[in-house]
């Protein structure tokens, strides 16, 4: 059973940067494409970012293509999304999920395996 755990959120200006991680305590998400969403107060949960189990696909939202990117690291235990220039609207909840089908989808109903999720504030 993957446990997804995310870390790295916090509080942090507008125009700062932060990075995420996300691991699996099993040390399996190299099995699995694995995706970033992110949920603000009242909102939905929505796509951010994904990366395929090789790494050789990334997929981004609108919203932060060119400021946000998704990576693994070489032994594809961690996965990471580096925020830069970070804006208020950035504030939400942000989750990882993995999923071990062959294609990856941005709707949140079509990835099995989701973290607790850890809390980004960016201040105005």
């Known amino acids: 059973q993957v446990q997804l755990v995310e870390s790295g959120g916090g509080l942090v200006q507008a125009g700062g940067s932060l990075r995420l991680s996300c691991e699996d305590s099993?040390?399996?998400?190299?099995?699995?494409?694995i995706g970033w969403f992110r949920q603000a107060p009242g909102k939905e949960r929505e796509f951010v970012a994904a990366?395929?189990?090789?790494?050789?696909?990334?997929y981004y939202s609108d919203s932060v293509k060119g400021r946000f990117t998704i990576s693994r690291d070489s032994a594809k235990i961690t996965v990471y999304l580096r925020m830069n220039s970070l804006k208020p609207e950035d504030t939400a909840v942000y989750f990882c999920?993995?999923?071990?089908?062959?294609?990856?989808?941005?709707?949140?109903?079509?990835?099995?395996?989701w973290g607790k999720g850890t809390l980004v504030t960016v201040s105005s």
């Open positions: 099993l040390r399996t998400l190299s099995l699995y494409h």
């Open positions: 990366i395929s189990w090789s790494g050789d696909s990334t």
């Open positions: 999920a993995a999923d071990p089908r062959p294609t990856i989808y941005m709707e949140v109903t079509n990835w099995t395996y």
